[in-house]
């Protein structure tokens, strides 16, 4: 075999490294580094989808708090972020702003709605 054979194949390694195992070791890593930061209180949305706060957290499980008084037990894997004060105030914000121009024209149309206080 020549080299000239044998470098579609390299390059077809490469390409198959770079696109498809490179990404997957970067999610694994992300998914333990959340998996390692959740501690009790934390607010956490998990991989259903589900908001919850930290209840309880043992080496392979942590208890979500999904309503005040109902824990549920959860797989650490199971947590896909940790949500963070900061975002949620950003969220906050964002809604507040939106909400300005909500007030604006439902101020105009509670006035009509307002009619018996005369």
């Known amino acids: 075999m020549n080299a000239g054979s044998l470098l579609p194949l390299l390059l077809l390694a490469v390409f198959f490294y770079a696109l498809i195992l490179r990404p997957a070791q970067r999610r694994q890593r992300a998914a333990a580094a959340v998996a390692a930061s959740v501690e009790p209180g934390a607010a956490v949305v998990t991989t259903a989808g589900m908001h919850a706060t930290v209840h309880a957290v ?8 999904i309503a005040p008084g ?40 509670d006035e009509p709605r307002n009619t018996t206080e005369t």
């Open 70 to 109: 109902v824990v549920v037990r959860f797989a650490k894997g199971a947590i896909a972020k940790v949500v963070s004060a900061e975002v949620d105030g950003a969220e906050v914000d964002g809604a507040e702003a939106n909400s300005g121009g909500a007030h604006d024209s439902s101020d105009s149309q």
């Open 58 to 65: 043992d080496d392979k499980t942590v208890d979500l708090e």
